[in-house]
């Protein structure tokens, strides 16, 4: 069956019709016409803009640029040059940007700065470690509510809520909220605590959700006493009493809890920082909450040793911190006291970063403060290899070596000593090779050795250390080597640095880490105001005098120029008569 082609006839528009819709037609024309040339004209007009911004963009990231330069040659020559290259590469890419979106030619999506992908992978690491921290802390059954806990899985900022922030510090302190206790007992429950807030003269009348409560010392003989409270809460409150005091005895399974709740705090603690960075300072978060939580983490009330195991959890946690130099700050604020919190500090810094052994910073700085801390003064005497052993041991083997030959040079005892204790100390960690090391430094003349020790001085002082870093740095040399061309070579060392830079260190001079004045302090400070006032040293007298008289210009009750006027006033009472008179300040 053969298949028919079908053709379809339009009806011809006649010439009437014609007519009559072609004054429409033009006119449609006309105004499509006069449409596309205004958009060709706002298309040129938008195009001028955007080549303006991007100029200024280009132009002012350039001034940037320049600005971030001037102030990373301030910092240590060593860091310099990586710095710089951070700058010059970012400056590239954003030019090739920019030059890209003027011609046109970008298609894909700008990539997204490498800071804040880093930043986005951090948020999300951290969010994903909320929920097992909160299981953790609710599988070894803490003292505090699991509705409360499991809130912060899907809700995180809760943990800085009041109720929370109080929940926690009562967790630490062995205590309770009152209002929980009211909402889980009732007020029949309060005749078994002791209000641990209220205070007739220091806190009268405090606010009704800030109050916590203590258990008293004989509540088992209360309850056993008590017929008002319901026989289910008498079971839940000696159970929660349980808990209570099983978080505050001193056993495993209370430091595993305390251990849930830091690392739980140390998370959140993060996370609302990289959530809040436009309000949140990082001098705050880095400087004081982080490293508190740190040696918290890390340190035992009763310990005497640092354990592998909890460094490690520490050093998991500072893996967090996206920036290295936050996490430095961290490391570098922690043990602002003496002790075994020091010694993690130190244990931390050399085991945070890579390439630590070429590090300049570690090589001039960390690892000789390590020997002036392991190392006490005379006349205490110097540790045990073994002890030395227990703590070389948790750091990196190919650093081991360094503080062993650090030890063996170390100006606070005797070289003999000081050889000794190092050869043990690499018998006992199974390094070897230090006999020609040992003698290869003792083939030193004395001068070229004293030059060597006043040469790391003055690095420290060019880096700008902390002035108490570079006091202490002078002290054990004189200590170790108390002559009088060694105080002459400390004294010329000073008059070398900046003249703010020798008032600091003038005014720590004197004072040792426990808060007791140096022996040699009266007569090494006593040579100095000599010196300072003899007309040989005039041109560094009259810096000090103008620095000193801007000082109480601008302040008259400056701690350094009170400090440093009272110390001369010590030693030489004429010679500070001499300088208060000149500064134009009353004698103290």
């Given at each position: 069956?053969?298949?028919?082609?079908?053709?379809?006839?339009y009806?011809?528009?006649?010439?009437?019709?014609?007519?009559?819709?072609?004054?429409?037609?033009?006119?449609?024309?006309?105004?499509?016409?006069?449409?596309?040339?205004?958009?060709?004209?706002?298309?040129?007009?938008l195009?001028?803009?955007?080549?303006?911004?991007?100029?200024?963009?280009?132009?002012?990231?350039?001034?940037?640029?320049?600005?971030?330069?001037?102030?990373?040659?301030?910092?240590?020559?060593?860091?310099?040059?990586?710095?710089?290259?951070?700058?010059?590469?970012?400056?590239?890419?954003?030019?090739?940007?920019?030059?890209?979106?003027?011609?046109?030619?970008?298609?894909?999506?700008?990539s997204?700065?490498?800071?804040?992908?880093?930043?986005?992978?951090?948020?999300?690491?951290?969010?994903?470690?909320v929920?097992?921290?909160?299981?953790?802390?609710?599988?070894?059954?803490?003292?505090?509510?699991?509705?409360?806990?499991e809130?912060?899985?899907?809700?995180?900022?809760?943990?800085f809520?009041?109720?929370?922030?109080?929940?926690?510090?009562?967790?630490?302190?062995?205590?309770?909220?009152?209002?929980?206790?009211?909402?889980?007992?009732?007020?029949?429950?309060?005749?078994?605590?002791?209000?641990?807030?209220?205070?007739?003269?220091?806190?009268?009348?405090?606010?009704?959700?800030?109050?916590?409560?203590?258990?008293?010392?004989?509540?088992a003989?209360?309850?056993?006493?008590?017929?008002?409270?319901?026989?289910g809460?008498?079971?839940?409150?000696?159970?929660?009493?349980?808990?209570?005091?099983g978080?505050?005895?001193?056993?495993?399974?209370?430091?595993?809890?305390?251990?849930?709740?830091?690392?739980?705090?140390?998370?959140?603690?993060?996370?609302?920082?990289?959530?809040?960075?436009?309000?949140?300072?990082?001098?705050?978060?880095?400087?004081?909450?982080?490293?508190?939580?740190?040696?918290?983490?890390?340190?035992?009330?009763?310990?005497?040793?640092?354990?592998?195991?909890?460094?490690?959890?520490?050093?998991?946690?500072?893996?967090?911190?996206?920036?290295?130099?936050?996490?430095?700050?961290?490391?570098?604020?922690?043990?602002?006291g003496?002790?075994?919190?020091?010694?993690?500090?130190?244990?931390?810094?050399?085991?945070?970063?890579?390439?630590?052994?070429?590090?300049?910073?570690?090589?001039?700085?960390?690892i000789?403060?390590?020997?002036?801390?392991?190392?006490?003064?005379a006349?205490?005497?110097?540790?045990?290899?073994?002890?030395?052993?227990?703590?070389?041991?948790?750091?990196?083997?190919?650093?081991?070596?360094?503080?062993?030959?650090?030890?063996?040079?170390?100006?606070?005892?005797?070289?003999?000593?000081?050889?000794?204790?190092?050869?043990?100390?690499?018998?006992?960690?199974?390094?070897?090779?230090?006999?020609?090391?040992?003698?290869?430094?003792?083939?030193?003349?004395?001068?070229?050795?004293?030059?060597l020790?006043?040469d790391?001085?003055?690095?420290?002082?060019?880096?700008?250390?902390d002035?108490?870093?570079?006091?202490?740095?002078?002290?054990?040399?004189?200590?170790?080597?108390?002559?009088?061309?060694?105080?002459?070579?400390?004294?010329?060392?000073?008059?070398?640095?900046?003249?703010?830079?020798?008032?600091?260190?003038?005014?720590?001079?004197?004072?040792?880490?426990?808060?007791?004045?140096?022996?040699?302090?009266p007569?090494?400070?006593?040579?100095?105001?000599?010196?300072?006032?003899?007309?040989?040293?005039?041109?560094v007298?009259?810096?000090?005098?103008?620095?000193?008289?801007?000082?109480?210009?601008?302040?008259?009750?400056?701690?350094?120029?009170?400090?440093?006027?009272?110390?001369?006033?010590?030693?030489?009472?004429?010679?500070?008569?001499?300088?208060?008179?000149?500064?134009?300040?009353?004698?103290?």
């Amino acid at each position: 069956m053969a298949h028919e082609t079908v053709i379809l006839k339009y009806p011809v528009a006649s010439v009437e019709e014609v007519q009559k819709g072609w004054h429409e037609l033009n006119s449609r024309v006309r105004q499509l016409e006069a449409e596309r040339g205004a958009l060709e004209q706002e298309n040129k007009v938008l195009r001028a803009l955007l080549e303006r911004v991007i100029e200024h963009r280009q132009k002012s990231h350039s001034e940037l640029v320049l600005l971030l330069s001037g102030l990373v040659s301030r910092l240590p020559i060593n860091d310099i040059g990586l710095q710089v290259s951070k700058l010059v590469e970012h400056n590239a890419h954003v030019s090739e940007v920019c030059a890209a979106l003027a011609k046109g030619k970008v298609e894909a999506v700008v990539s997204q700065p490498a800071i804040l992908k880093a930043l986005e992978q951090t948020r999300r690491e951290l969010m994903a470690a909320v929920k097992p921290a909160v299981e953790a802390l609710i599988k070894l059954d803490a003292p505090l509510e699991k509705e409360m806990l499991e809130s912060l899985i899907a809700h995180p900022e809760k943990f800085f809520a009041p109720r929370v922030v109080r929940a926690n510090r009562c967790f630490l302190k062995g205590q309770l909220p009152k209002e929980r206790v009211l909402r889980e007992f009732g007020e029949e429950a309060l005749v078994f605590f002791n209000d641990m807030t209220t205070d007739s003269k220091l806190n009268p009348r405090p606010k009704p959700d800030e109050i916590v409560l203590g258990f008293k010392k004989d509540f088992a003989a209360l309850l056993q006493q008590d017929s008002t409270l319901p026989a289910g809460k008498r079971q839940t409150l000696q159970a929660l009493y349980e808990k209570v005091q099983g978080s505050k005895a001193s056993t495993e399974a209370a430091r595993a809890q305390r251990i849930a709740c830091f690392r739980l705090s140390f998370i959140l603690e993060l996370l609302h920082y990289y959530e809040n960075q436009n309000t949140e300072a990082p001098d705050v978060i880095f400087a004081q909450r982080l490293p508190a939580l740190v040696e918290q983490l890390v340190l035992t009330g009763d310990a005497d040793s640092l354990d592998d195991k909890l460094i490690a959890q520490a050093e998991e946690l500072l893996a967090f911190v996206s920036s290295t130099e936050h996490r430095l700050m961290v490391v570098n604020n922690v043990g602002k006291g003496d002790g075994l919190a020091r010694t993690l500090k130190y244990v931390l810094r050399l085991r945070t970063g890579k390439d630590l052994e070429h590090d300049q910073v570690v090589q001039s700085e960390v690892i000789p403060e390590l020997v002036r801390h392991l190392i006490p003064a005379a006349p205490q005497k110097p540790p045990t290899p073994k002890s030395l052993a227990a703590v070389l041991r948790l750091i990196q083997p190919e650093l081991q070596r360094q503080i062993v030959r650090a030890i063996m040079a170390c100006e606070r005892i005797r070289l003999e000593e000081a050889q000794a204790l190092g050869r043990a100390l690499g018998q006992e960690l199974g390094l070897g090779q230090f006999e020609v090391e040992v003698k290869t430094s003792a083939t030193l003349s004395p001068e070229v050795e004293r030059q060597l020790a006043w040469d790391k001085i003055k690095e420290l002082i060019g880096r700008r250390a902390d002035p108490a870093v570079v006091a202490a740095a002078i002290r054990d040399r004189l200590h170790a080597k108390y002559e009088a061309e060694e105080v002459k070579q400390s004294w010329i060392t000073l008059i070398e640095a900046d003249v703010i830079s020798l008032i600091r260190i003038f005014c720590q001079l004197p004072y040792l880490a426990n808060g007791k004045t140096d022996p040699i302090a009266p007569a090494v400070l006593e040579s100095y105001v000599s010196r300072l006032t003899h007309e040989k040293y005039t041109a560094v007298y009259t810096k000090v005098v103008n620095s000193l008289r801007n000082m109480f210009k601008a302040k008259p009750d400056s701690p350094t120029l009170l400090n440093f006027i009272a110390l001369v006033k010590w030693v030489a009472p004429e010679a500070a008569g001499r300088l208060s008179h000149e500064i134009g300040m009353p004698l103290p």
